[in-house]
């Protein structure tokens, strides 16, 4: 791996503790920034550290995120993202629940597609984690959970 | 003797009901891979707002107790430790389970925590009035000191890298800012809607621990399991009392390594079971059959784990510092209640704190009771595959985060920094800095004004807050802790250049 996904992420946190920092002392009234700016300027410093390490010497540089890894993560992250960011509020949370976690079950279960008995279990596993979900979050807990077009 | 006078609070029925859920429900998500204890008690919080303050932090103690000892059960029986803690019973319990001793493993791994267990809170009963009575001496200086040690101390001994564990503290600590500021009402840092309200805790706290978890479950992707667990056979518990009787130096070496590891602000049980391991091994005359299936090993390593939780709570009822991460979400849970650690905790709440604490006594027997009872079903729940566990924790994260205040804001902030804090930790980043931040960042603020405000006053913000033993001592512990970790991670680099490893 090279050090570019590593100085990438920390030229990104730098960034951010530079915008934090200029947020902070630009902005009125001063009392209310008080406490941001005395973290701003400590954010700075070691993230201006942390990247400069990396961008000097590339043998500190840890971590990163392989092709293999973005391909086994996306499609997981894009369901839960549309699921989390969109469908909860639109179709409802219990209807979005479902469709979200039998279509993630679908995509990570190993078991063969054109399984019919591979079908059914997903569609059982689903009803149960649907009726749990209902009955300790209406039924025990009461909370009030927002309908979108179904519920 | 004041804890005796409310061990009747925990015998009702609702707590003790909850006691018993909260610690088979432990035991098994402790036995799960990939779910952490951490993140275990921070999806159980919202379900404690419909409870009591009481019964929602006996709930909670109850988690984190058994977690901890549940991890056993999956290091022994599928070689997975089920936490990081968990790790050097993974050595000898699974080699000792490979040998048809599954049973013989389990017993041990449950009776060690429960004695390891039982003088922990022991110990969190008798130190903890005594701390937070010498809390009452602190005033904003000090105040401000410790959340920033609280900040500094997990960021610098708890990760691998001393300035990516500060820098995440002060990602925290800026979060914590988001929001209205209080003294004048200005609003900052809101580039959202959902967040003029602020940063809520316990959405933070399930976004930043669980969704890692479920993005790291996506990352096997169709991948078959190909775990499986080793059945257990029938082992006389009578036996395993003798045996564990026969080997009291690997019961105090763990006990007391565990609670003193405890103690330590930031450090956590992460490194509790192993220490103890270390130092097990090396006084022991039969230290070269550690490895190999050595009953020391697990009851070491075990009775370490457990003796840190009760002390790792010290720090954190007294002075608001938690010693570990699962105690830092237990804060998160104290202060959802209007509960602030310290002396208001023993002199405005008894009633909440003297029932929490001894429920975690009782929480120590029954965790060893059920453990021994339901370590192979425990075993088999924590084979459920991935693919179903994933969903199962998202959808427990947007219901849960979504039933604190009814808000989408939320659970929009709950998946934003689920979903960043996952990259951070793939760069070396770590959660619990960044929590800590979090959580003692408002501490830290509103005690900095205060002191400001005094300072102006008095005696200049310099003299106030670094005059007087008390601030000096908090700030050299600060420098002394970051300065030790820069130190020991040089040497670390050091050395693997000079082996030739790529650090």
Known sequence: ?151 | MEFAAYFGEVFTVPAMLLLIGGTIGGLILGATPGLSPTMAVALLIPFTFQLEAVHGLILLGAAYTSTVAGGAVSAILLKIPGAPANIATTLDGHEMARRGQGARALQLAFLASLVGGLIGVALLIFLTPVLAEWALAFGPSQLFWLAILGVTIIGSLGTSSVVKGLLSGCIGLWLATVGFDDILGVQRFVFHSSLSGGISIVPALIGLFAIPQVIAMFADGRRMSSIEAISVERHPLSRAVRELLSRVRAVVIGTVSGSIIGLIPGIGGQIAGLVAYDQARKVSPERDKFGTGHPEGIIAAESANNAMVGPSLVPLLTLSIPGSPTAAVLLGGLLIHGIFPGTDLFDNHPHVAWPFINSMLIGQILMCVFGLYIASLAARVALVPKSIMAPIVLGLAVFGSYSVQHSMGDVYVMAALGIMMYFLERFGFSAAPLVLGLILGPIAESNFIQGSLIAEATVGPFAYFFGGALNLLLVAIVVASVGYSLYAELRARRTAVAGGDAP
């Open chain 1, 1 to 151: 791996m090279t050090a570019l996904q590593p100085s990438l992420a920390c030229g990104i946190i730098l960034l951010v503790a530079i915008w934090v920092c200029w947020i902070s002392f630009s902005q009125a009234p001063a009392e209310a920034f008080l406490f941001p700016r005395l973290i701003s300027v400590a954010f700075v410093a070691l993230a201006g550290w942390t990247f400069a390490r990396v961008l000097l010497d590339p043998r500190v540089a840890e971590g990163g995120i392989t092709w293999t890894l973005v391909k086994n993560i996306l499609p997981g992250v894009v369901v839960a993202g549309v699921y989390v960011f969109f469908a909860a509020k639109w179709l409802g949370f219990y209807t979005s629940s479902a469709i979200a976690f039998i279509v993630i079950l679908s995509l990570y279960d190993p078991a063969p597609h054109d399984q019919v008995r591979a079908w059914l279990k997903r569609v059982a596993v689903t009803a149960g984690y649907l009726a749990v979900m209902y009955l300790l979050f209406s039924i025990v807990l009461k909370v009030f959970i927002p309908r979108g077009l179904f519920i």
